[in-house]
């Protein structure tokens, strides 16, 4: 069974960079599947971050796009995050998740395995 | 804003039946995803696809769709129902980008 674990980096200054890794166990990150991070800020709903597929596709949400920048480790079986010039708005609990199959194209959308999650604060 | 609508807040009582919606142009072309998320816990999906339930998840949770609105409904619902649940899907842009449903928190009487 596939599971998924975030690093831990905490605290985070503003205007710097937000970087947070995902360590996949129980199988590859070279699979046919998507690899998504979702963030929560305290209080609040679900917000889709981005996406990377193991060929190095990769799709970002229009909001963050500018700031957001999703890879691959392979040879670590991991992806990581990296979210520049953050503020306090960028507070919340950020997520792994693995989505669908890369094969099962666009109709199915879903995320079926998800880290534990990791809270990052954003403050001086 | 989010272009999945969520009703914020519904309510049930022990035992009966609820529907939860998720309404925006984009379930008219592609299928919505639903999650249940306990306080301090990471999302479980419970619903995917036409209506398939991934392993574990109870048989009371089922999803439908018509139209610009998608549903999961819960029969029977229990005590331990009681959690926020968003929908998931794709956006209107045409880039196939993913989107969540602001969120429904339920509560059970």
């Known amino acids: 069974q596939v599971q998924l674990q975030e690093s831990v980096p905490g605290l985070v200054k503003p205007s710097e960079t937000l970087s947070l890794t995902c360590a996949v166990s129980?199988?590859?990150?070279?699979?046919?599947?998507?690899w998504n991070w979702v963030r929560q800020p305290p209080g609040k709903g679900l917000e889709w971050i981005g996406e990377?597929?193991?060929?190095?596709?990769?799709n970002y949400n229009p909001s963050l796009k500018s700031r957001v920048t999703i890879s691959l480790d392979k040879s670590k079986n991991q992806f990581s995050l990296k979210l520049t010039s953050v503020t306090a708005a960028d507070t919340a609990v950020y997520y792994c998740?693995?989505?669908?199959?890369?094969?099962?194209?666009?109709?199915?959308?879903?995320?079926?395995?998800w880290g534990q999650g990791t809270l990052v604060t954003v403050s001086s | 804003s989010s272009e999945l609508t969520q009703d914020p807040v519904v309510s049930v009582a022990l035992g009966q039946t609820v529907r939860i919606t998720c309404q925006g142009d984009?379930?008219?072309?592609?299928?919505a995803s639903w999650y249940q998320q306990k306080p301090g816990q990471a999302p479980v999906l419970v619903i995917y696809?036409?209506?398939n339930r991934p392993s574990g998840i109870p048989d009371r949770f089922s999803g439908s769709s018509s139209g610009n609105t998608a549903s999961l409904t819960i029969t029977g619902a229990q005590a331990e129902d009681e959690a926020d649940y968003y929908c998931?899907?794709?956006?209107?842009?045409?880039?196939?980008?993913?989107?969540f449903g602001g969120g429904t928190k339920l509560t059970v009487l």
């Open positions: 998740a693995r989505g669908e199959a890369y094969s099962s194209g666009w109709l199915f959308p879903y995320f079926d395995c």
């Open positions: 129980g199988g590859s990150i070279s699979s046919s599947h998507w």
């Open positions: 990377i597929y193991h060929s190095g596709i990769s």
């Open positions: 984009s379930l008219r072309s592609y299928y």
């Open positions: 696809g036409k209506n």
């Open positions: 998931n899907s794709r956006d209107s842009s045409g880039d196939h980008l993913r989107v």
